[in-house]
């Protein structure tokens, strides 16, 4: 079977997805939903779109690189290492390297595109 273009559509209907462990949202009920459009062969890199409803997640060690896109609403994100606060709204575009501890603070819904290499 030949190789094409994948279409990512901003509006597809997403599948929910478990939930974030419980000690890892310190506030409100985040839902999360997903829908892998394309994943390599090895499965070591995806892409898709993602939502979530309001809450705040706590991520202490993420282990994948990731790129987003904001498709809708915003999303604040504390680094742990220093503080420092990011506000990223429809339209921006952000990478978070492995590793990186931060904190999600999502005050409405938000829609992302995706990009993540996972590693063995």
Known sequence: MGKKVIRMDSDMILQAIPQSAPECITDGDPQEKD???FMSEDGMLTAG???STAGTI?????????????????????????????VFKTGDAFFMPKGIAMTWHVSENVRKYYVIREYK
Request: charged share 30%; net charge negative.
């Open 58 to 86: 706590v991520v202490e060690e993420t282990p994948v690189d990731e790129f987003c896109y904001i498709i809708s609403g915003n999303v604040e994100i504390t680094n742990h290492v220093d503080d420092s606060k990011e």
């Open 35 to 37: 829908h892998t459009a």
């Open 49 to 51: 779109v993602w939502e």
